[in-house]
């Protein structure tokens, strides 16, 4: 298993072969064999290899098993095959480390993700995605308000939630995938939060819409939709708004957008949507962002970032009831034991553990 593995933390790295080999101090040739099992390389090395690759040396003794099937990316421009790999390779690197979790503490997970029964059989127009949100919402009890952390909230729900570093230099936004019987979101670690926010729930409206969307409709637009009621409820959206309006204040979209994790550029989609601004007034709002360079990024605070604790907590509880060790514990949040121990003592006081 070892050659594949290298392989995997290579591809993972973004290194290819040369690079490996110039960093560790051996020859690709070298490299290319361990990864074909021709040779094997010595402990010495195998700890150099590690070092290079940001792994701990167990990672290449882990089996690894998982299948990624039915993958949508959301990407702005071609993401790079090369790009692809790097982040395909970290979800199945972070998957793994969830499912060895789930292993030691099986008792203490959420059920399998699956969507709430009663939802609406058939979205035949766009407007019909609002019910759907809103069934959503109820079922998973989230009332009408903001959502405060989201991928908590999917992750209890049975969704398993990567934040990925690897986004092909922002290529992409995210991916919904099927691996091993479990449902996967994939969201870039970089991205300003309401930008994760949104993303989390288009790629939750590819999973509510899937067989219900009437082929006349566009699903990237119906997903948008959906992204957008799920965040803000039309009820809600109209109550702060107001039913119909003919300008928006930037600070008061501003404001909004803090409060509820939906950019500004999604709260006029948002008004347009619920007609509450109608075509002309949006595009007044849409040519003031351009000029403004709004459109690609939005003035003031960034909406704060997706800042997911269960895994990390659970690694804690695992910890403390004695189910692992404090190097298994250190795999699994991919930190180093120092670091770990470290944040045992409450020596490092942040709070976003890696998830
Ligand atoms: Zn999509």
């Given at each position: 298993?070892?050659?594949?593995?290298?392989?995997?933390?290579?591809?993972?790295?973004?290194?290819?072969?040369?690079?490996?080999?110039q960093?560790?101090?051996?020859?690709?040739?070298?490299?290319?064999?361990y990864?074909?099992?021709?040779?094997?390389?010595?402990?010495?090395?195998?700890?150099?290899?590690?070092?290079?690759?940001?792994?701990?040396?167990?990672?290449?003794?882990?089996?690894?098993d998982?299948?990624?099937?039915?993958?949508?990316?959301?990407?702005?421009?071609?993401?790079?095959?090369?790009?692809?790999?790097?982040?395909?390779?970290?979800?199945?690197?972070?998957?793994?480390?969830?499912?060895?979790?789930?292993?030691?503490?099986?008792?203490?997970?959420?059920k399998?993700?699956?969507?709430?029964?009663?939802?609406?059989?058939?979205?035949?127009?766009?407007?019909?995605?609002?019910?759907?949100?809103?069934?959503?919402?109820?079922?998973?009890?989230?009332?009408?308000?903001?959502?405060?952390?989201?991928?908590?909230k999917?992750?209890?729900?049975?969704?398993k939630?990567?934040?990925?570093p690897?986004?092909g230099?922002?290529?992409f936004?995210?991916?919904?995938?099927?691996?091993?019987?479990?449902?996967?979101i994939?969201?870039?670690?970089?991205?300003?939060?309401?930008?994760?926010?949104?993303?989390?729930?288009?790629?939750?409206?590819?999973?509510?819409?899937?067989?219900?969307?009437?082929?006349?409709?566009?699903?990237?637009?119906?997903?948008?939709?959906?992204?957008?009621?799920?965040?803000?409820?039309?009820?809600?959206?109209?109550?702060?708004?107001g039913?119909?309006?003919?300008?928006?204040?930037?600070?008061?979209?501003?404001?909004?957008?803090?409060?509820?994790?939906?950019?500004?550029?999604?709260?006029?989609?948002?008004?347009?949507?619920?007609?509450?601004?109608?075509?002309?007034?949006?595009?007044?709002?849409?040519?003031?962002?351009?000029?403004?360079?709004?459109?690609?990024?939005?003035?003031?605070?960034?909406?704060?970032?997706?800042?997911?604790?269960?895994?990390?907590?659970?690694?804690?509880?695992?910890?403390?009831?004695?189910?692992?060790?404090?190097?298994?514990?250190?795999?699994?949040?991919?930190?180093p034991?120092?670091?770990?121990?470290?944040?045992?003592?409450?020596?490092?006081?942040?709070?976003?553990?890696?998830?």
């Amino acid at each position: 298993m070892l050659g594949p593995r290298i392989k995997q933390g290579r591809m993972a790295a973004g290194l290819s072969l040369r690079d490996l080999a110039q960093a560790a101090g051996v020859s690709a040739m070298a490299i290319s064999k361990y990864e074909r099992e021709q040779i094997r390389p010595s402990s010495e090395t195998l700890l150099r290899l590690a070092k290079v690759l940001g792994v701990r040396t167990e990672y290449f003794f882990r089996q690894s098993d998982i299948e990624l099937s039915e993958v949508e990316f959301r990407k702005h421009a071609k993401l790079s095959a090369k790009d692809e790999g790097k982040a395909l390779e970290d979800v199945r690197e972070q998957l793994e480390r969830w499912l060895e979790l789930e292993a030691v503490i099986p008792a203490s997970w959420p059920k399998a993700f699956a969507l709430p029964r009663g939802l609406p059989a058939g979205v035949a127009a766009y407007d019909d995605i609002e019910a759907l949100a809103e069934r959503l919402r109820t079922a998973w009890q989230l009332g009408t308000g903001s959502i405060r952390n989201l991928v908590d909230k999917m992750e209890e729900e049975g969704i398993k939630v990567i934040l990925t570093p690897h986004d092909g230099g922002k290529k992409f936004d995210g991916l919904v995938a099927k691996a091993n019987g479990h449902t996967v979101i994939v969201v870039g670690q970089g991205w300003p939060g309401d930008r994760q926010r949104f993303t989390l729930a288009h790629e939750l409206g590819h999973l509510a819409l899937n067989g219900r969307l009437a082929s006349s409709l566009d699903e990237e637009r119906a997903c948008n939709r959906f992204a957008g009621a799920f965040l803000v409820p039309r009820e809600e959206a109209t109550r702060v708004l107001g039913a119909s309006r003919t300008w928006l204040e930037p600070r008061e979209l501003y404001l909004l957008k803090h409060e509820w994790g939906l950019s500004m550029n999604g709260w006029i989609h948002r008004a347009e949507d619920l007609g509450i601004l109608n075509k002309a007034a949006a595009r007044r709002h849409w040519e003031h962002f351009a000029r403004q360079g709004w459109r690609e990024s939005e003035p003031g605070d960034p909406y704060p970032r997706e800042r997911p604790c269960r895994f990390a907590q659970l690694v804690y509880r695992a910890l403390a009831e004695d189910l692992i060790g404090e190097s298994k514990a250190a795999e699994l949040l991919g930190i180093p034991l120092a670091e770990l121990r470290a944040r045992r003592r409450m020596d490092a006081t942040d709070a976003a553990d890696r998830h």
